[in-house]
């Protein structure tokens, strides 16, 4: 299709309608008088900290895992060893999202699946196996536990694995994630504890690092999901400060922590990064002004060690296609240019295979080396916030925060982020956003290079997928038994009837998780707990 | 029907456990016509012994799918076999439906027990109701002895299907009060069962004064349950079910269930016939007859009244 | 007067939760006319069973990972009701594609228009909305 009979409406990705060149005269007035703000410095819009990355060059973090723990590890060092400066421990999705072992036959009806988007990670010691030899007291470490239901499992045993090495906790660096977002709106899974039981989890995970681990991000709250299911670049703002608002009302509801010292627990979030470069670089812009906002007006927070939101970005793998999948390569580098010229803390690229298959080597490596050329090769470290002061830039920011703040209202007026989960409000939003983006495909209004338009395709050689190994399943099945077999099966009872104890009442669930995997309980037998006490959440949806 | 398979062949495959013809019986029920009419015939004919036909509705967002699929637990832990005839809303533009209440029973998804069977309104005026009954009475004759009809809404539709069951459940939630005190199609009045469903809210004790305070009036209104679920955590279930069989033995005992399926009767023989009569009026208005008299009036050799009560000495004769 | 809508089976074989996909499927055959059932993520057993009680005019599996596990359900109801035809859209390698394909499913991936799926639906079931 010919670029010029496209249909000439010219809007950022979000709907907002774009001007065919800025002046000073566009800036709202309100915008303006922070507009000039120091970076580090309230509202934060200019970037986290005062000398960004000339200090501190972004963390490369990538996602990865499959197969058996050993293939995970693998890859991990694989990655560390080419570059990347912070690893993430993704667990198997059959089992982790829903809390099954192997053995459970929604897994064994698709066993080959097994170990295709993580390792699988049944006990503490397949969490061992997997951190073994991985420098986790001086790298930043992801320690998986996207899903909500499973995020205790894989802290606790991460935690635990750290404790057995003799590292104290009190100075053990990292994440969790455990994410509404994920669990509740974008990858809805078969079972899933009901959402005020997934708020008490959070809270409890961020009362726990509050008191034992001070140096762990407990929870990180990540819009990528909410945008990667359709959300548009100011709904994933809203929202994602909707969900924030609900942590931070629990803890203030618990009396249970300092509220500054919560709000610095969810302050480290993500975003997705997509491919209108100039709309998302003002998103991030966007997201830390809002932060402030927030935390001052409805929190009394000015700190600034804590009204500085951190930021990670994952490039949209829902961008990549699988026809030509080497542009691919150059949709990646477009989007991590967006984060960087945003400021983010941390980048995780997609794969350029990512429409096929998980990562191939290649494509993992390819994710670390498009950020080392950003980072070496284009002196986009030398100067923060290089978009600051672009009459476009900052019209558009402040755009997106007003929008965002309706939208973040349209929410709170329905009873807040748990409400519009709960009755599939916000996955009506996301589809009707998914429908217009088909339908734009479809009339051709939406140009995507390799697919609607421009398909020759002479690429010397073909991207066939990478599958993942073949014995994860079998190796998996082999260990359960074996923990079975050998575990204190006294000490494991007892510590499952205690956990189920807790989860009945209203005690903090990490001290009796954490025995647990020390004792160890399996995956399912704690997924087991959780669907007995707990039930299962209504989906709002048919999936 | 696509294989030529004779419908009484069908129907005894049905009777013998055939779930692949006992499902085809229930597209003839659903497409209606001629074959339906045939399939009636068969049902009767066939003295199966009574099921115990439940309807349960409320609006969307009670939790009806959710109580329906804990129902069915129930059911299948006293070893008793239920199907399920779950009925969603048809697109009025498109006619096409989205029909996900299976999903919902996933519990259920293999257990030779449950039948479950996904039907969408179709937007036609009294042939759901039709085709409904006649679906249950073909998964009677086919020995399945408890049958759920479970539909969403409100409005005279699902009034109209509920009153097809012996017995109602009516699902609401706390905080109801404005939809009990509109009552506009009389569910307050058809329902002998009332659940307040996710009871863990604000509400509960407010929406049950409201019930109670609607169905004072009722014979019998102080004996209608009222009972309270949270049912994703199966919270409340077990009573329900409970409800609903001593309820059903209640009404069987006092000869009401007789009188209401004779009721039942009257009203499915009554529907039937405006049926029939709609269909033959429209083919007569479009034929050459209906033309005829409409040029009469436009010319103004005949009144409208005149004109419509010669084509209706036409349907008579016929 | 138009024939009764077809009925069309919507499945997910895999256990991963997306689902957009599915959804946007669901819509836009039910905006040409279509009944669509939807059961969610099911096991080749569960998406027989369906496929037999709801008396299905076609049935259309969301799949990814390994074919394998779409092979498995593609079998079952080819030996539960041959006559019913099957098609899948979802992530899948273009060799994947190319092996299902030549067992007689179709097969849309990523990027897809829905104008071509609707049309496919059409065609295996041999029916239009008017």
Redesign the interface.
């Known amino acids: 299709m010919n670029h010029d009979s496209r249909p000439q409406r010219w809007n950022s990705v979000s709907g907002i309608p774009l001007k065919s060149f800025y002046s000073a005269e566009d800036i709202p007035a309100e915008h303006r008088r922070v507009m000039d703000a120091s970076p580090g410095a309230a509202p934060f819009h200019r970037g986290a900290y005062p000398t960004g990355y000339r200090t501190k060059a972004w963390r490369i973090f990538q996602l990865s895992g499959f197969g058996k723990p050993e293939d995970e590890n693998a890859r991990i060092k694989f990655l560390l060893a080419n570059g990347e400066t912070g690893f993430l421990m993704e667990h198997d999705?059959?089992t982790g999202?829903?809390c099954y072992n192997v053995d459970h036959?929604?897994?064994l009806?698709?066993r080959?699946?097994v170990g295709?988007?993580g390792a699988v990670m049944q006990s503490v010691r397949d969490i061992a196996i997997c951190m073994d030899g991985l420098p986790i007291e001086s790298t930043y470490g992801h320690a998986g536990g996207a899903v909500v239901q499973h995020a205790p499992f894989a802290l606790a045993g991460y935690w635990t694995v750290a404790k057995r090495r003799g590292i104290d906790l009190r100075t053990l660096a990292g994440t969790g994630q455990s994410d509404f977002f994920l669990t509740y709106l974008?990858?809805?899974?078969?079972q899933q504890i009901?959402t005020p039981a997934g708020l008490r989890f959070n809270a409890d995970i961020m009362e726990f690092c509050s008191k034992h681990l001070p140096r762990w991000v407990p929870v990180s709250i990540a819009g990528y999901n909410g945008a990667d299911?359709?959300l548009n670049a100011y709904q994933e703002l809203g929202a994602l400060f909707a969900n924030a608002v609900e942590y931070l009302d629990e803890i203030k509801r618990r009396g249970s922590m300092p509220m500054e010292e919560a709000a610095r627990g969810c302050g480290g979030v993500s975003f997705r990064m997509s491919m209108d470069i100039i709309e998302e670089a003002c998103k991030l812009r966007a997201a830390r002004l809002m932060w402030t906002q927030l935390l001052e007006r409805r929190y009394g927070i000015t700190n600034p060690k804590v009204a500085n939101l951190r930021i990670h970005c994952v490039t949209a793998g829902s961008m990549m296609?699988?026809?030509q999948p080497l542009n691919n390569i150059v949709r990646g580098t477009l989007m991590a240019l967006a984060g960087v010229l945003g400021g983010v803390q941390s980048l995780g690229v997609s794969g350029y295979d990512e429409?096929?298959?998980i990562p191939s080597e290649h494509a993992h490596q390819m994710s670390v080396r498009i950020q080392q050329v950003l980072q070496n090769e284009t002196n986009l470290c030398a100067v923060t916030d290089p978009l600051g002061g672009s009459y476009y830039v900052e019209t558009l920011t402040a755009q997106l925060v007003e929008r965002a703040w309706q939208f973040f209202e349209e929410i709170e007026q329905q009873g807040g982020f748990l409400a519009t989960l709960d009755?599939g409000w916000l996955h009506a939003r996301?589809?009707e956003n998914?429908?217009a983006e088909?339908m734009a495909?479809?009339s051709g209004e939406r140009v995507?290079v390799g697919?609607t338009d421009f398909r020759e395709d002479i690429s010397p050689y073909?991207v066939?997928?990478f599958?993942g190994v073949d014995d994860a399943f079998e190796v998996a099945l082999a260990r359960l038994e074996e923990v079975r077999r050998t575990r204190g099966e006294r000490r494991a009872g007892d510590a499952l009837r205690e956990l189920e104890r807790v989860c009945r009442g209203s005690e903090n669930i990490m001290p009796a998780m954490m025995e647990a995997l020390d004792a160890d309980v399996t995956l399912g037998e704690v997924g087991d707990v959780w669907r007995d006490v707990?039930?299962?959440?209504?989906?709002p949806?048919?999936? | 029907m696509s294989t030529g398979t004779p419908l009484h062949v069908l129907f005894d495959r049905a009777r013998g456990g055939e779930r692949g013809a006992l499902a085809r019986l229930l597209s003839v029920a659903e497409a209606g016509g001629e074959d339906a009419a045939a399939l009636d015939s068969l049902c009767a004919a066939s003295a199966a012994p009574r099921a115990r036909t439940i309807g349960i509705t409320g609006a969307p967002g009670a939790g009806k799918s959710t109580l329906t699929a804990a129902l069915l637990g129930c059911a299948r832990r006293e070893s008793q076999p239920v199907a399920v005839l779950a009925i969603d809303p048809s697109s009025p533009l498109t006619g096409g439906a989205i029909l996900g209440d299976r999903v919902r029973m996933h519990h259920a998804a293999v257990d030779e027990g449950v039948f479950i069977r996904s039907l969408a309104s179709r937007g036609q005026q009294g042939g759901l109701a039709q085709a409904t009954s006649l679906g249950a009475r073909v998964l009677e004759a086919c020995g399945w002895p408890w049958i759920l009809l479970e539909t969403v809404g409100i409005g005279q539709v699902e009034v109209e299907i509920s009153g097809r069951a012996d017995l109602v459940v009516v699902v609401l939630n706390p905080g109801w009060g404005d939809e009990i005190q509109a009552n506009k199609a009389g569910l307050m009045e058809v329902a002998d069962i009332f659940v307040i469903n996710k009871a863990d809210r604000d509400g509960v004790a407010q929406t049950r004064r409201d019930i109670e305070g609607a169905i004072a009036a009722r014979p019998g209104g102080a004996e209608i349950p009222v009972i309270e679920t949270v049912a994703t955590r199966g919270e409340g279930v077990e009573g329900v079910w409970a409800a609903i069989a001593a309820r059903h033995a209640a009404l069987e005992a006092s000869g009401l269930l007789a009188t209401r399926r004779r009721g039942r009767i009257a009203a499915e023989l009554e529907s039937a016939v405006m049926s029939a009569l709609r269909r033959r009026v429209a083919v007569l208005l479009a034929g050459d007859a209906g033309l005829r008299e409409r040029a009469r009036i436009e010319a103004g050799a005949s009144g409208i009244h005149e004109g419509a009560r010669a084509l209706l000495d036409a349907i008579v004769r016929d | 007067m138009t024939s009764a809508p077809k009925r069309i089976l919507m499945a997910k074989t895999g256990l991963d939760g997306h689902w957009r996909g599915p959804t946007i499927v669901a819509r836009a055959l039910r905006d040409a006319g279509f009944e669509v059932i939807m059961v969610g993520m099911v096991t080749a057993d569960e998406v027989v069973r369906a496929a037999i009680d709801e008396d299905v005019d076609l049935v259309g599996l969301n799949i990814g990972g390994h074919v394998e596990v779409a092979e498995r359900a593609i079998a079952a109801i080819r030996a539960a009701r041959p006559e019913v035809p099957i098609f899948c859209g979802g992530v899948v390698p273009p060799w994947a594609k190319k092996r299902l394909e030549e067992k007689g499913v179709e097969v849309f991936p990523p990027g897809s228009q829905l104008p071509e799926i609707v049309e496919a639906a059409r065609r295996l079931t041999g029916w239009q909305a008017a």
């Open positions: 999705r059959n999202d829903h036959p929604d897994v009806a698709r080959e699946d295709l988007t974008g990858c809805v899974t078969k009901p299911s359709g296609t699988w026809q429409a096929l298959s009755s996301a589809a998914q429908h088909f495909q479809d995507v697919v073909a066939d997928g599958m707990f039930g299962d959440w209504n989906t949806i048919q999936t």
